[in-house]
């Protein structure tokens, strides 16, 4: 359990007494798991507190407080989140199509319902029982955010490896029940969950709406490390454009604003996207739906009321095959208040997972730097590029050693209006 290390002076634990050392055990009887625990009832206006003293002493405080008034503790590092593995052999996975020799943390498959709701993971729920649908819907865990791949239960237990799987609906119909929100996503592969069963699991989806809030289609990775693994087929150009009507048109029969392919779809169906209003609150944007509509927008709101700059400069932009077009219809639009800056794309063949693989995040420095030359004192990268929260790429080169490597200042990009922040740096206009 973990140990109270700093009680706060404006917390109801001060004036419950408490001190460092203290054990808080659990919350209305129920045991305490993780900090999600103290989180919920931190917000919470009366409750019971379940602690053992540091002297071994078991109590139970009962707390009326406003809903904004903290308990005030802190603890030490026990009860903080250790994700929950993995049970499926999804047979798209992507991480057992990795290449051999990348760091061990890139092969640990999560899927845990708290970081579903902490971070939006996407998850199967197959490793969720009774126990945890509890806590659940007792701590209102919501919104969550699950894989569900097909409504079928023999395809997808077919599909997971996991029996548990054919019992996924009866979960959401649960949480539903309780006032659970969920956005879901359907990883589609071809010949496995489209045409009717497509059409089957997107109805089911549909008859818990609104809790079902949305639903995702995107497409299958499929890496050049698949030795020993099922053969899929990749989505082409005709498999995209059968999902992308498919998709539209039961959008459209149920209302709108549920059903989304990803952006992915639509370039490789070369279809021009739907607008940057069909996306709502672009609630699946971590998912691809609307982040090439959203970038757009953003180039356009950073160019409004910039004045032309006439100075020379050079810079280049780094992205993957799928982008590389929507990549220099934005540029072009930047270039008009830069008329005498260049601005180069280099598009990137990702040979590290295998050429099938080409949106801009999965490409490593290992592609970039065998592809990328006589670079110009400026290049631009996506945030998407790095692990979160840190400045390295996948095959673990940092963003400084790729500096080095290519003799050029290295900006990295999270949004559109980092395009023309990039064309100022280059001409030194400001």
């Known amino acids: 359990m973990p140990k109270i290390v700093k009680v706060r002076e404006d917390g109801v634990a001060a004036e419950l007494g408490f001190e460092p050392g203290d054990e808080i055990i659990g919350f209305d009887s129920h045991p305490y798991e993780d900090v999600l625990d103290y989180i919920f009832y931190d917000g ?12 071994g002493e078991i109590v139970d405080c009962e707390v009326e ?3 904004d008034e903290p308990i005030g503790v802190e ?16 047979v798209f996975c992507f991480v057992d199509q990795l290449p051999k020799g990348m760091r061990d943390t890139l092969y ?23 126990k945890e649908i509890e806590r659940i819907i007792r701590l209102h865990m919501s919104p969550l955010y699950i894989s569900v791949h097909c409504f079928d239960k023999k395809r997808k237990v077919e599909m997971i490896a996991n029996p548990e799987g054919a019992n996924l609906f009866e979960k959401m119909k649960l949480f539903a029940a309780h006032g659970i929100i969920m956005h879901t996503q359907i990883v589609l592969c071809k010949g496995l969950n489209d045409g009717e069963i497509l059409d089957e699991t997107l109805r089911e989806l549909a008859k818990l709406r609104p809790q079902v809030a949305s639903v995702a289609i995107v497409p299958v990775g499929l890496t050049g490390h698949r030795k020993g693994l099922k053969d899929l087929k990749a989505i082409d150009r005709d498999t995209a454009r059968t999902v992308v009507a498919q998709a539209e048109e039961f959008d459209k029969s149920v209302g709108g604003g549920f059903c989304y392919c990803s952006d992915e779809f639509y370039l490789k169906a070369d279809l021009p996207l739907p607008s940057f209003e069909s996306y709502g609150d672009f609630s699946q944007i971590e998912n ?15 160019l409004k009321d910039l004045e032309v700059c006439e100075r020379e400069g050079e810079v280049a932009f780094i992205t993957g095959q799928s982008f590389k077009g929507e990549l220099k219809k934005c540029l072009a639009k930047v270039g008009k208040y830069f008329p005498r800056c260049k601005f180069r794309v280099v598009d ?3 040979y590290y997972f295998g050429a099938s693989i080409t949106v801009a995040g999965l490409i490593t420095a290992t592609d970039i730097v065998a592809q990328a030359k006589d670079m110009p004192e400026y290049t631009v990268i996506p945030s998407a590029m790095l692990r979160e929260f840190t400045h390295t790429f996948l095959d673990g080169v940092s963003v400084e050693e790729l500096e080095k490597r290519l003799g050029t200042k290295i900006l990295i990009s999270a949004s559109g209006a980092d395009l023309v922040r990039a064309a100022k740096e280059a001409t030194k206009c400001r």
Do not use: H, M, W
């Open 65 to 67: 407080k406003l809903p």
């Open 75 to 90: 603890f030490d590092d026990e009860g903080q989140l250790v994700p929950i593995r993995c049970r499926n052999k999804c």
């Open 288 to 302: 691809g739906v609307g982040l090439v509509r959203a970038f757009e927008r953003e180039v356009d709101e950073s």
């Open 44 to 55: 919470q206006e009366k409750f019971t507190i379940n602690a053992r003293t540091k002297d």
């Open 348 to 350: 990137i063949i990702n």
């Open 108 to 130: 640990v498959k999560d899927d845990d319902y708290r970081l579903s709701f902490v971070s939006g993971n996407y998850v199967t729920l197959t490793n969720v029982g009774e």
